[in-house]
């Protein structure tokens, strides 16, 4: 397989954590956003919304991390990131899908260059923007975070979920943007103790070929 994958990505970090869970090989190739060659028309004829990660299997190229994981959890099942019952495993999708369509998609590049670059948004401006939505979404994860983790460690119950794999990169990213976090003590206290699990180090943006 082979993940194109740019080392501070949110997405892309989530599925570099999801092959390091499953310990699936996988070659990383580099995609440098900031120097636009998820735009270039090579990259665009595999993904045509132009973002990473994506993921070549043989003939499949595929798109969208969170579809992405599910193929991979579909592909090779143990260590499931689903939980067995299918309430549980509608939970842990539910909390996922908080950070990967509600939060992530506000504070994505080509969103913040669009503040700042057509509409106008000066630099505090669109710090601001980023605090609030991610603050938003983060003030309603601890609530929910509160109730189904289990131990204080992971988002759902005691063992490491697709939710976890979704919390530790959208933590990392708004570390980059100096989100003020002492709100969040449970999502900071689950988020902190998953990053120090080896899979989560393998797959972090400084263990990356490409980290700067
Ligand atoms: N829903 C997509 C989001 C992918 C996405 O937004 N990727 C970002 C990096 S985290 C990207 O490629 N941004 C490029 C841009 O904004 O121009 C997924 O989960 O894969």
């Known amino acids: 397989m082979k993940l194109y994958s740019y080392f501070r990505s949110s997405a892309a970090y989530r599925v570099r954590i999801a092959l390091a869970v499953k310990d699936l090989p996988c070659e990383i190739v580099p995609t440098h956003l900031k120097r636009s060659e998820h735009r270039l028309p090579d990259y665009l004829a595999k993904n045509p919304q132009g973002l990473v990660p994506t993921l070549e ?122 989100l003020p976090l002492e709100a969040y003590p449970t999502l900071v206290g689950i988020g902190d103790a998953l990053a120090r699990l080896p899979a989560f180090e393998r797959a972090s943006p400084a263990a990356q070929p490409d980290a700067e």
């Open 57 to 178: 299997d043989g003939a499949l190229v595929l798109g969208q991390s969170l579809a992405i994981i599910e193929y991979l959890e579909e592909r090779q099942p143990e260590p499931a990131l689903l939980p067995k019952a299918h309430g549980d495993r509608a939970q842990v999708r539910a909390l996922a899908l908080a950070i990967a369509c509600d939060i992530h998609p506000l504070n994505n590049l080509r969103v913040l260059e669009y503040l700042e670059h057509e509409l106008g948004a000066d630099p505090a401006a669109v710090t601001a923007w980023y605090r609030h939505w991610v603050g938003v979404g983060f003030a309603a994860l601890e609530a929910q975070l509160r109730h189904t983790s289990g131990d204080g460690h992971h988002c759902f119950g005691s063992a490491v979920t697709l939710a976890d794999v979704c919390l530790v990169p959208q933590l990392y990213n708004a570390r980059r943007y100096a």
